[in-house]
C-alpha cells in the first residue's frame, strides 16, 4: 500500500507571496492533519480535516487554510507569506482520526520564504 | 491541557549498548501515547503505541517502550543501538477522553550512536 504523499517536496517563495501544499493520504484513510515543523517550536499542530470537514484546528493565524476533497486528498494555503513561514510542512493520515489511531506521516514539504 | 516532555536534548551511546530516550507526559485523563522516529530530510516513522494493558510495547526495528502510570513515563528503550538508529525521536500522547483530540509531540530528543 503506498503511503502518504506531499507535493512538491520543495518551495522557495518570497514575502508576500502565497503557497499551496498538498497531501494525499494513504488510500482508506478519511483523516489528514497538518504540522508546521520548526527547529526553535518544533512540531506544531495546524488543523485536522475528516470527510471534508475541519475538525481540529491549532493556534495559528488565519492567514493558513486548508480544506479536504471527497477523495480524502487534502490541501493547506498559507497567503502572504511571512519569513517566520520557513519550515517543514508534515501531512498525516489516519483511518478515522480517533484518539487510539496511528497517524502516519509523509516526507513534508519543505519550504523557505525570501 | 496536554504536554510531552523529553528531557535530553542529545543522547549518545556505543553501537552494541543498550538505549533509553526519555519522555514523561502531563495530560487530565487516560493518555495514549506514541514514539516516532525522523531521519534527515524525512518524514515521521511510527515506531510503536500505548493504548492500554500491558505496560511494555514492543513495536518496530527492535525498539519497547515501558508505560510507568505513577511516573508519568513513557520511555523508550532498545538492548542493543546500531548506528543506523541514529535520527530525532519525538514522543506524542493524546487524551483518551475528546474521542478525536489532537496528538501533541514533544521537542524532540537527538539519539547519536557511536561506532
Known amino acids: 500500500k503506498a503511503g502518504v504523499t506531499q507535493t512538491p517536496r520543495y518551495l522557495i517563495k518570497t514575502r508576500g507571496q502565497q503557497v499551496t501544499l498538498s497531501c494525499s493520504p494513504i488510500?482508506?484513510?478519511?483523516?489528514v492533519s497538518w504540522y508546521q515543523q520548526t527547529p526553535g517550536q518544533g512540531l506544531q499542530f495546524l488543523f485536522e480535516?475528516?470527510?471534508?470537514?475541519?475538525?481540529n484546528k491549532g493556534n495559528f493565524p488565519g492567514r493558513f487554510s486548508g480544506r479536504q476533497f471527497s477523495n480524502s486528498r487534502s490541501e493547506m494555503n498559507v497567503s502572504t507569506l511571512e519569513l517566520g513561514d520557513s519550515a517543514l510542512y508534515l501531512c498525516?493520515?489516519?483511518?478515522?482520526?480517533?484518539?487510539?489511531?496511528?497517524?502516519?506521516f509523509g516526507p513534508g514539504t519543505r519550504l523557505t520564504v525570501l | 491541557a496536554q504536554s510531552v516532555a523529553q528531557p535530553e536534548d542529545q543522547v549518545n551511546v556505543a553501537e552494541g549498548n543498550p538505549l533509553t530516550v526519555k519522555c514523561t507526559y502531563s495530560?487530565?485523563?487516560?493518555?495514549?501515547l506514541f514514539w516516532y522516529v525522523q531521519y534527515p530530510n524525512r518524514g515521521l516513522q511510527f515506531l510503536l503505541k500505548?493504548?492500554?494493558?500491558?505496560?511494555l510495547v514492543k513495536g518496530s526495528y527492535g525498539f519497547e517502550a515501558e508505560f510507568n502510570k505513577s511516573q508519568t513515563s513513557f520511555h523508550l528503550k532498545k538492548p542493543s543501538a546500531l548506528v543506523s538508529d541514529s535520527a530525532l525521536y519525538f514522543c506524542?500522547?493524546?487524551?483518551?477522553?475528546?474521542?478525536?483530540?489532537?496528538?501533541?509531540f514533544g521537542k524532540g530528543t537527538m539519539l547519536l550512536v557511536s561506532p
Open positions: 498525516a493520515s489516519s483511518l478515522g482520526g480517533g484518539d487510539t489511531d496511528t497517524q502516519y
Open positions: 488510500s482508506g484513510h478519511r483523516s
Open positions: 480535516y475528516f470527510s471534508e470537514t475541519q475538525r
Open positions: 495530560v487530565s485523563g487516560n493518555p495514549y
Open positions: 500505548y493504548i492500554t494493558g500491558d505496560n
Open positions: 506524542a500522547v493524546r487524551v483518551s477522553n475528546s474521542g478525536y483530540s489532537t496528538l501533541t
